[in-house]
């Protein structure tokens, strides 16, 4: 079977470079009443009488499917379930292929770097810095997050002092705002950010009032930022 592929620019959660996609109807009954009380519910146990009713086919397939997964759930990896998705992240691809290899014919896609050299450089950077195969805008190597605590005065002289810089950044619409003050609250207000120079010069600018920073890296250079690191 060949499976979808798609491939990541950073770790999943801040730790995982793997995600297998599942996708089964009351899977993740096992992650909610966990592998023993899944059996019950599955084979119309009198506890669970009426629970989600679904048909005996459907049962039994979360069954196959339990059966298949159960040996992996205290190895190193992580679960997301909901409704009929079951997703797991992991950080080994010799584990990754196993749980391809078993879980197989509930694989929607596998995500993960594109190869070895991405898998280390990806791990070696704890989620500060993102894969990419063009920079946003292609010309944009950072992205600054904003804590939303910022004060308003410090939000609408720090726009009024972005006016010099116009060649170097962008701010989004809703950020724009937001810095304003025409909107008293976004969701994870950003900017892009050129250059080194510019970057620390904002940073100076902002000091606590940065929540995060990312820095793109373009996937066609990677080799030379880890001959570079070695």
Not at 44 to 56: C, T
Not at 132 to 159: A, C, E, G, V, W
Request: proline share 5%.
């Amino acid at each position: 079977m060949n499976l979808p592929k798609q491939k990541v620019n950073r770790l999943f959660y801040g730790k995982w470079p793997y995600k297998i996609a599942c996708f089964l109807k009351k899977s993740s009954m096992i992650i909610r009443l966990g592998p023993e009380k899944t059996r019950l519910w599955a084979t119309d146990h009198p506890s669970y009488k009426g629970w989600w009713d679904v048909s005996p086919a459907e049962k039994d397939q979360v069954l196959k499917f339990l059966d298949k997964v159960e040996p992996f759930l205290n190895s190193e990896l992580q679960i997301r379930a909901e409704g009929s998705h079951f997703n797991i992240f992991c950080k080994n691809p010799v584990l990754r292929d196993q749980l391809i290899e078993n879980l197989e014919s509930w694989i929607t896609t596998v995500h993960g770097p594109d190869n070895v050299n991405e898998l280390e450089y990806i791990l070696s950077t704890n989620g500060s810095k993102i894969i990419r195969d063009r920079l946003p805008h292609n010309q944009f190597r950072y992205k600054i997050y904003f804590n939303t605590s910022m004060p308003i005065d410090i939000r609408s002289k720090f726009l009024s002092w972005t006016n010099n810089y116009n060649n170097s950044i962008s701010i989004s619409g809703a950020t724009h705002k937001w810095l304003d003050c025409k909107n008293m609250w976004t969701q994870s207000p950003f900017m892009y950010i050129k250059d080194d120079k510019t970057l620390a010069m904002f940073s100076l600018f902002l000091g606590n009032n940065i929540r995060n920073v990312e820095e793109f890296i373009l996937r066609s250079s990677i080799n030379t930022y880890i001959d570079q690191e070695i």
